[in-house]
């Protein structure tokens, strides 16, 4: 009935409305988010336990919320979700290097607290090497930078503030300023001093196509032409759009690695990253490749696909190592196609090491790629006649918006550690009004816990020690998911 369906609607607006001001009154830091806080505040997490005065770029934290805060406005007109929205957004420029990228995370207690962190919670952090030095400068890994841009970008096209509108371009030329001239992104940057990465070389200067690095750097260059209106960027996007194509390695291994050498080869990124061509990276970059086509009508972007499909089928793991519908290892070695493994022994950053070989036993596929879905969009769209396959294409100003109106609409990933749960036979807004409690949050399982640093784990693994994968020792500040 139409007045049931207005109370509902309502109901709905009243749990927004007290949900936004519980997050801004109380879990706010300056306007921004970590990831995951208990009930009393007294510990927090992005993807490393967080001090009081620090809140997470990294998805899904600030930029995500900002952008929750949008869309409710969005949908409601109301000022108070703009105006949360707008704080993310003070918080998030406050925070911008000066550069114009971003880190991990911002830390409103100021430069020395941050460095404090690093030697500490991040330094301890043994799964977690991107902590385990304080650079100083911006990162695009796990989507840090693009992610705030984004946000960033349409706060600005909402309010026309000036200070959104700057901050927005400080952003876009970050990553202008930051590609290189093969047309590839580092990890980081701008470059800092040198740096071994036990006892490796720096991995964060490398061409990095690692958690999409390239692919969301041009997908924000294309938003920013079609909504920002600075056609400036499309040589940058056509530069990393052949970069991206010329990383596909040659015979007998004809896919696309984690990291590069500026001379195309694969390099070692973290030390449990080893220089090779990694069959997951190569599926995502076969969907760039025709998604590039569709953007360019170059055939070029095309002409080596079925090699790298066919590659696929061949380095398949075999049946009796598949789990969970995942059917391919990680990592394969250049030029001969062989296997590695990844290994660990030791029980905290201090003891512990990573090593390689290609002693497969015991090990299990680790990623799933749906092959015959792969073959027939290459066949799908190489069937397309050239103007077909442009007729929507952002780079020659066609096609629908890039910015929709509502922008998380989706579960956000990022945090894949955390745990939440559903109630079958019940609609999500029933059961999202119905769980928000009396303080204005919704009270979810926190499996996901940390050791707080208690100084460095011991010199050796303590006796009985059994490592289990996610963390070590009680020295070891790596997030882990507490067995049900």
């Known amino acids: ?205 490398h061409i990095t196509l690692n958690d999409e690095v390239m692919d969301e750097n041009i997908d924000f260059l294309l938003l920013v032409l079609q909504q920002w209106g600075r056609a400036d960027v499309e040589p940058a996007i056509r530069r990393a759009m052949a970069c991206y194509r010329d990383l596909q390695q040659p015979a007998p291994t004809p896919g696309w690695a984690l990291q590069y050498t500026p001379d195309f080869q694969p390099a070692w990124g973290r030390t449990y990253e080893p220089a090779a061509v990694s069959p997951h990276v190569t599926a995502v970059a076969v969907e760039r490749m025709l998604d590039f086509y569709r953007l360019t009508g170059d055939h070029s972007f095309l002409a080596r696909l079925d090699e790298a499909l066919d590659w696929l089928a061949r380095i398949e793991a075999p049946a009796s190592l598949h789990h969970e519908g995942r059917n391919h290892f990680r ?9 590695i493994a990844v290994h660990r022994r030791g029980s905290n950053a201090q003891n512990g090491e990573y090593y390689v070989d290609y002693d497969m036993t015991g090990q299990r596929a680790e990623k799933h790629i749906d092959l015959a879905r792969l073959r027939r969009r290459v066949e799908q ?9 442009v007729r929507r294409s952002t780079l020659m100003g066609r096609g629908p918006s890039l910015l929709p109106d509502y922008v998380i609409t989706r579960r956000q990933g990022g945090s894949d550690l955390n745990v939440t749960a559903s109630r079958p036979g019940m609609t999500p807004v029933t059961l999202l009004i119905q769980g928000l409690n009396s303080e204005g949050y919704w009270p979810v399982e926190l499996r996901t816990t940390s050791h707080a640093y208690r100084g460095e784990g011991p010199p050796t693994p303590p006796p009985g020690f059994i490592d289990r994968g996610q963390v070590g020792d009680a020295g070891d500040t790596s997030p882990f998911t507490e067995p049900r």
């Open 381 to 389: 769209v190489a069937a397309l006649p050239t103007d077909e396959a």
């Open 1 to 205: 009935a139409p007045v049931a369906a207005a109370a509902d609607v309502e109901a709905a607006r009243d749990a927004m409305r007290r949900a936004t001001r519980f997050m801004t009154e109380r879990a706010a830091t300056n306007g921004g988010y970590v990831w995951s806080y208990l009930a009393d505040f007294s510990r927090r997490w992005g993807e490393m336990e967080a001090q009081p005065g620090m809140i997470w770029t990294q998805a899904p934290g600030t930029p995500e919320m900002g952008q929750v805060f949008l869309d409710a406005w969005r949908a409601t007109g109301e000022a108070q979700f703009l105006n949360a929205a707008v704080a993310a957004g003070d918080a998030l420029v406050q925070g911008q290097h000066a550069s114009g990228g971003w880190n991990y995370v911002i830390d409103f207690d100021g430069e020395a607290s941050l460095r404090r962190w690093y030697e500490t919670v991040g330094r301890n952090g043994w799964r977690l090497e991107e902590f385990q030095h304080y650079y100083g400068n911006a990162t695009f890994d796990d989507h840090a930078t693009v992610e705030c841009g984004r946000f960033l970008l349409r706060l600005a096209l909402t309010t026309d503030a000036p200070r959104f509108r700057a901050a927005t371009d400080r952003t876009v030329d970050f990553v202008l300023n930051s590609q290189m001239p093969s047309g590839g992104w580092p990890q980081r940057w701008p470059r800092a001093g040198e740096f071994r990465n036990h006892g490796r070389p720096d991995y964060t200067g």
């Open 331 to 339: 990592f394969v070695e250049p030029g001969t196609n062989r296997f």
